[in-house]
């Protein structure tokens, strides 16, 4: 089990948060994340979606234990930015969630703070950069290169050999071809 802190207190964090509870229903005991709490400038964020863990700091003032491991949960590239520049210099441990339904093959990698939340898949050779957020049903193809920082809201299909580089946000039902 890992104690898990979620940067941010809003609605991806709240997404987030629910398929960590139902992820934690149908994996083994040593995979299961359980939420310490939330980190977030603003306290009105926590209060309006009613979370069970407590706001535990904002961003700047929170001192990382050594057991401690994070997921980013802002959708705003822009905010999320501002937020990794303000975490920057605390080593934090960024983990990967990965919601049982998704699909990854063998060959894919991936880096480090990404959740791949229901659903997704990520295809074959396909290479995942890190603290990228793929909301459900996202499908990244076969030797797709996708940099950091990218928040792919629902159902976006990114097609097999495409790029992605940094700092991208793509909405629902948005996709990507590769260029010929």
Do not use: Q
């Not at 929170?62 to 590239?77: C, I, K, R």
């Amino acid at each position: 089990m890992k104690k898990i802190i979620i940067i941010g207190a809003g609605a991806h964090s709240a997404e987030i948060a629910g398929l960590i509870y139902d992820n934690n229903k149908h994996v083994p005991e040593d995979e299961k994340f359980i939420i310490k709490g939330y980190l977030d400038d603003k306290d009105e964020n926590w209060h309006r979606y009613k979370f069970k863990e407590p706001l535990l700091s904002n961003l700047i003032g929170y001192l990382p234990e050594a057991d401690d491991y994070f997921l980013l949960g802002v959708s705003n590239v822009e905010a999320r930015k501002r937020c990794l520049k303000k975490l920057e210099n605390k080593n934090l441990n960024y983990v990967n969630f990965i919601h049982y339904t998704a699909i990854i093959y063998e060959t894919a990698t991936i880096g480090y703070g990404n959740d791949i939340c229901s659903y997704s898949k990520i295809g074959p050779n396909a290479i995942i950069g890190n603290l990228n957020s793929l909301n459900s049903k996202t499908e990244i193809g076969h030797d797709c290169v996708i940099g950091s920082n990218n928040v792919f809201s629902g159902n976006v299909g990114i097609a097999g050999f495409s790029r992605v580089s940094d700092d991208n946000f793509f909405g629902m039902n948005s996709s990507v071809i590769p260029e010929k």
